[in-house]
């Protein structure tokens, strides 16, 4: 396992459009999510444990906002051979097993972990409604203690780029796993 912090985001970067196959076997791509006025993409795995200390908060975290306007989708870019935990069948059982209140996604090629330039798990984005880079960086403060959290980062940034405020700076980097980039890629 190789501990690796996320860069700098480029803030206003536009997201990149995909099309990847979800655990509910359908196809999701950028523009299912245009009603949403905020789009936190989340570059995520199944057997991280960065991923895995911080499941629960995330899951509560898109739970907050399932009635507003505000959309969270999970990628998963592992190379699935080396990392069978990561296939699309194990993503179906950790879906169900954890009610992911959120679209959870394969992205087979790892042509979209390139386009958004992730490096590890997790690696979460925000972008507003016009799908520009308001924010790259970490949950909280406290990935491995919950009862320690003192800074709610990705929640402020979701609270800023709603009400269309500049996120607060500075914004710390996400650490975790690098991504199991494909030997060919």
């Not at 999970?74 to 169900?96: C, F, H, P, Q, W």
């Not at 016009?130 to 960086?137: D, S, V």
């Not at 996120?167 to 996400?174: D, E, I, L, N």
């Amino acid at each position: 396992m190789v501990l690796l912090h996320t860069p700098k985001g480029e803030l206003g970067a536009m997201a990149s459009d995909f099309s990847l196959m979800g655990v509910d076997d359908k196809q999701h791509s950028l523009a299912d999510y245009n009603n949403s006025k905020v789009l936190v993409v989340m570059f995520i795995c199944n057997h991280c444990p960065y991923v895995q200390a911080i499941e629960q908060r995330l899951i509560k975290l898109a739970s907050e906002f399932t009635i507003t306007d505000v959309a969270f989708v999970g990628i998963n870019s592992n190379d699935t051979v080396r990392y069978s935990e990561d296939n699309l069948e194990n993503m179906k059982k950790r879906a169900a097993e954890k009610n992911y209140p959120f679209d959870y996604l394969i992205d087979e090629d790892q042509s979209v972990a390139k386009a958004y330039g992730a490096v590890c798990t997790p690696d979460i984005y925000v972008f507003n409604e016009k799908r520009e880079l308001t924010y790259r960086g970490r949950l909280d403060d406290s990935p491995r203690n919950p009862s320690a959290v003192k800074s709610e980062d990705l929640k402020n940034a979701i609270l800023a780029t709603l009400a269309g405020n500049s996120v607060a700076s500075p914004q710390h980097a996400s650490m975790g796993c690098s991504i199991k980039w494909k030997s060919n890629s």
